[in-house]
């Protein structure tokens, strides 16, 4: 007999795609059953081709509301409702429209109304959240350990690997997380350097906060703007790209997904957690002084450890000045010597 599951994802783009492995994977393991993806509509250019899924695609809320309304009088209702990760009051309005026999949420914030959940565990990697939660509906179900969209990346250019242009992307519409303009000129000085001849292309979204402030400035010698308003836009581009390298951001997922060897630089996050276990062709830069702490500064406007990684990696990082950090910005504690010091890591992380 058929059984028919709603898996939700409802969050940014790079946790999208880490949990959608988990999705992806219990189909494979499933395929005589029928599986749901609840998903943001932006993503359909990436996901919608994958197999096995079959996805309902909402814009805004009130269209998310009408599409669960649909579903709950015209389907029957699902063997289980499964929120991989997704977050606020939109959960509970899920939880009251979708008829399930099952009720998962990925922790314990509303036993009530998903009175499933994972029991503790510890997190090693960010798909550890969707992956704990899909093993109550089954327990042997792999964990997802590297980040792929096949149907993505069968249709990359047939000579990008040797001979597409390199893509740099320097924000992440997150103030902590973006490059300043020296950063982003170490940068692309290096690349250029590493992938001679290339075309370098800074690959930058408009909208994005913090995207003016490099419009503004003097391009970097020997890179071009790229840019893109949507995902749309944006896959035509990754489909030429040889190489990645940028910010802790989603568009470091898709790059990856698409098997782009990439280069990441972190700064605030943790690079464990963002780079899955078995993801090839990465290699993850941050400094040393950090080591695998988090910090919780979101306000930071000047992110010191990232442009720091940057100047370090490309050869030219002197001792920054600290004035400008948030006052609990964890370099102030350090010796000013280990900022001068990068920690490199190539994956997969177990042959290390």
Known sequence: MTRRFLFVLRTKL???????????????????????????????????????????????????????????????????????????????????????????????????????????????????????????????????????????????????????????????????????????AALVERVRVLHPGRPVWILLNPSDRGANSVLRAPLPAGAEVKTFRNFTDLVPLYRELGAWYGTDTGLYHLAVALGIPANVFFGPTQPRLIVMPDQPGVIAVRLAALGDAHCDEKACMRPVCLHQCVAVWRGVGVTPRLDETPAACPLRAVPPETLLVDNLHENPRHQA
């Open 14 to 184: 790079g946790d999208t795609l880490i949990h959608f492995q988990t999705v992806q994977a219990f189909a494979a393991r499933h395929p005589a059953d029928e599986v749901l993806l609840l998903i943001r509509r932006d993503y359909a250019p990436l996901l919608e081709s994958s197999p096995g899924v079959r996805f309902v695609f909402f814009g805004n809320r009130a269209e998310m509301v009408a599409k669960l309304l649909w579903l709950r009088i015209a389907a029957k209702p699902f063997d289980a409702l499964a929120v991989l990760t997704g977050y606020g009051p939109a959960m509970l309005q899920i939880a009251q429209l979708v008829r399930a026999q099952r009720r998962l949420f990925f922790d314990a914030r509303f036993p009530d109304a998903f009175p499933e959940y994972p029991p503790a565990y510890a997190e090693t990697s960010l798909v550890d959240r969707s992956w704990q939660t899909a093993r109550l509906l089954d327990p042997d179900l792999p964990k997802p350990l590297r980040l792929a969209l096949p149907a993505l990346a069968t249709r990359r250019a047939p000579r990008a690997a040797d001979q597409g242009p390199v893509g740099v992307v320097p924000l992440a519409n997150e103030l902590r997380k973006n490059m300043d303009a020296a950063a982003l």
